[in-house]
């Protein structure tokens, strides 16, 4: 399909965990994670190399908001993240300073990313991410805004009749298709086992960002 033939990047690796599954799940694709933070993206080297991907997976340390320099735009055919969810004020901030910046918006705006993600998408590129479900609508206004058409989304719920955790949002960059809200993803079942759909993502086996 055209996604997997595409490079994919992830804005905010982290140690680069969703890169390497992803370049395990993409064969021939080219993975680019941005991370602004030097010890995660030496982390996230490192793990590239130990698990035979350095040849395929870039980690690049380099702030988020600055991909409209970095890169061509509609470089790539996906963009995944999991970005910082809760304003600054919102909440208790974290006196780690890595931590803080991975739940609040320190160093990077849901407006900020999406902005990035636009530039680096192609048309009809998949921009995939998870979000707080107390800023759906303000997730879903800002990707209209920016010309990301929400297409799929689904419900994160820790274990059954347990409130909604978190959203796993797809958006296609000049798209204008109907948004479908899939079946609730349940992490746990009632005795706290992980579901079998949680295994099988676990053991790679349901890891598909779109059935294209």
């Known amino acids: 399909t055209f996604y997997a033939h595409q ?18 799940r993409f064969l021939q694709a080219r993975l680019v994670g941005i991370e602004l933070q030097t010890e995660l993206v030496t982390f996230a080297q490192q793990n590239a190399v130990h698990n035979d991907l350095g040849h395929r997976v870039d980690m690049v340390c ?47 705006t849901l407006s900020q990313l999406l902005v990035a993600a636009r530039h680096a998408l192609a048309r009809r590129g998949l921009l995939v991410m998870i979000y707080h479900p107390s800023r759906l609508v303000e997730l879903c206004v800002e990707l209209e805004r920016n010309g990301l058409n929400p297409r799929r989304l689904r419900l994160i719920h820790p274990k059954p009749q347990t409130a909604v955790s978190m959203v796993l949002v797809e958006a296609v960059y000049g798209g204008h298709d109907a948004l479908e809200v899939l079946p609730p993803l349940l992490v746990c079942d009632a005795d706290g086992r992980y579901t079998a759909e949680m295994q099988a993502i676990f053991q790679g086996r349901a890891l598909g960002v779109s059935d294209g």
């Open 7 to 24: 490079p994919i990047l992830d804005a905010g690796t982290g140690c680069g965990v969703i890169a390497l599954l992803l370049a395990r």
């Open 62 to 108: 380099a702030d988020v908001r600055t991909l409209p320099s970095l890169v061509l735009p509609g470089g790539f055919g996906i963009v995944v993240c999991n970005p910082p969810y809760r304003r600054v004020g919102q909440g208790r901030l974290n006196p780690n300073a890595s931590k803080a910046m991975a739940r609040h918006e320190v160093a990077l």
